[in-house]
T-cell receptor
Framework: EDKVVQSPLSLVVHEGDTVTLNCSYE??????LLWYKQEKKAPTFLFML????IEKKSGRLSSILDKKELFSILNITATQTGDSAIYLC???????????FGKGTSLLVTP | EAGVAQSPRYKIIEKRQSVAFWCNPI?????LYWYQQILGQGPKLLIQ????????DSQLPKDRFSAERLKGVDSTLKIQPAKLEDSAVYLC????????????????FGPGTRLTVT
């Protein structure tokens, strides 16, 4: 059975700190790994990673995938209170079209 | 570009009642997904449509849940009868059609419907 495990489950940091969120996975026929940010209700797309070692960046957020060790990290530098959200990691495999989500990391950034 | 639309946003029902949710995907997105997200967990796929055909409904509790996507655009998800454990946020997502040999397209989510069963 496919598994996606995120850590930590929750995190509290001060504004300006840098955080690293982890996602490890066990899936058959891995195709891609996606990161989403969920505030209130709808998850919003952040990154999709398919190749090992290639960092994706968007402003203060960046992510990288290690297909050999089966994990990905999401980094947020100079955190702001607006970064407070649940960050979801999801994996897609060739066995289906759907995304298999982890439980998420709840991040709280305090002023 | 308009996003994925869902209604209602909130619904409170008693157990054994029935409820229906509606989703309108992003224009041009052939693939539509319904997810169930229980508090403290990630979304779990219930059913996936490509155009008006079902691609995957292996995790849909078919004794009480049903879904349809007539005409390959809007979709409805129904629960009848509801149980207490159905309390969750029901998320609809859509993506471009995934053809043979093509990459995976990211999914765009609607605001969800929060269902409370009492």
């Amino acid at each position: 059975e496919d598994k996606v495990v995120q850590s930590p489950l929750s995190l509290v940091v001060h504004e300006g700190d840098t955080v690293t969120l982890n996602c490890s996975y066990e899936v058959t026929n891995f195709r891609s790994l996606l990161w989403y940010k969920q505030e209130k209700k709808a998850p919003t797309f952040l990154f999709m990673l398919t190749s090992s070692g290639i960092e994706k960046k968007s402003g203060r957020l960046s992510s990288i995938l290690d297909k050999k060790e089966l994990f990905s990290i999401l980094n947020i530098t100079a955190t702001q209170t607006g970064d407070s959200a649940i960050y979801l990691c999801a994996v897609n495999s060739n066995s289906g079209y759907a995304l298999n989500f982890g439980k998420g990391t709840s991040l709280l950034v305090t002023p | 570009e308009a996003g994925v639309a869902q209604s209602p946003r909130y619904k409170i029902i008693e157990k054994r009642q029935s409820v229906a949710f509606w989703c309108n995907p992003i224009s041009g997105h052939a693939t539509l997904y319904w997810y169930q997200q229980i508090l403290g967990q990630g979304p779990k796929l219930l059913i996936q449509f490509q155009n008006n055909g079902v691609v995957d409904d292996s995790q849909l509790p078919k004794d009480r849940f049903s879904a349809e996507r007539l005409k390959g655009v809007d979709s409805t998800l129904k629960i009848q009868p509801a149980k207490l454990e159905d309390s969750a946020v029901y998320l609809c997502a859509s993506s471009l059609e995934r053809g043979r040999g093509q990459g995976f397209y990211e999914q765009y989510f609607g605001p969800g419907t929060r269902l409370t069963v009492t």
